[in-house]
């Protein structure tokens, strides 16, 4: 990269506001309705029968439910939908904030015309992500990506500061002694595979080499932020908040 980082500061500095890590659910009875009643709709897809509540014995009927009571149906959606929700958060909320720290706060000579070309290719995902879900690039922003006011503007900021990181993110890997090379690429795909049980062939394709060569900073840096803050996500009861199935 021509453009290079003077100056940083430590992400797990960061003066963050606390309510940034919080996530609002009316009750945990909310969350765990529309999974009831999905799994009443399959007793009677199957049975034929009607029933207005569900019961341990009704549950055990049901196909491809892995528990056999009410009280673990609703515990095991209760940790889906937190995960999901916080998966969902720390990467739509608080990712972008540690990003835009990174970019006030860091001293950074940008080339022009590499953050020119990074912001087009950015930009050209993010239109990609919106027509997968059949929107346009505001309604985009507004309902997926929780973003208030001119999407647009904000998407080419958040481009900007996604630029800034990886400035940051090359330097600290070269910082760690992080290796790019063959051998770690490698061990970079057996590790997937036994964490996650990732197809070898196929995570290979989905990243081949050369992208590896180049992700692989932004990669671990984002990872080892991940590991810091995403444990500190809390969930609070607000009646007046309104329940969100993000996937």
């Not at 009750?27 to 009831?36: D, F, N, R, Y």
């Not at 995960?83 to 001293?107: G, M, R, T, V």
């Amino acid at each position: 990269m021509k453009s290079k980082l003077i100056e940083t500061i430590e992400f797990k500095t960061m003066d963050l506001n606390p309510e940034l890590f919080i996530i609002e659910v009316p009750s945990w009875g909310a969350v765990t309705q529309p999974l009831k009643e999905y799994a009443l709709a399959q007793y009677q897809r199957q049975s034929g029968q009607v029933v207005k509540e569900l019961t341990d014995d009704i549950l055990q009927q049901v196909e491809d439910i892995p528990v056999d009571t009410v009280t673990d149906f609703e515990m095991m959606g209760i940790e889906v939908y937190k995960n999901s929700q916080a998966q969902h958060h720390f990467y739509n909320q608080i990712l972008p904030a540690i990003l835009s720290e990174y970019s006030l706060k860091s001293d950074v000579t940008i080339d022009e015309e590499e953050l020119e070309e990074y912001i087009e290719d950015y930009m050209e995902k993010v239109e990609g992500y919106a027509a997968s879900y059949e929107m346009n690039l505001s309604d985009y922003g507004e309902k997926v990506m929780g973003i208030e006011g001119d999407a647009e503007a904000e998407f080419h900021k958040r481009a900007k500061e996604d630029f800034v990181f990886k400035i940051i993110a090359v330097d600290h890997f070269k910082e760690i002694g992080g290796s790019t090379g063959e051998l770690a690429y490698e061990e970079f795909i057996q590790q997937n595979v036994l964490q996650n049980q990732a197809d070898p062939i196929e995570l290979k394709s989905r990243l081949p080499y050369d992208v590896f060569k180049i992700m692989m900073p932004e990669m671990h840096l984002s990872q080892e932020i991940y590991d810091y803050y995403f444990p500190q996500i809390k969930f609070e009861i607000n009646p007046e908040a309104p329940l969100q199935f993000n996937q």
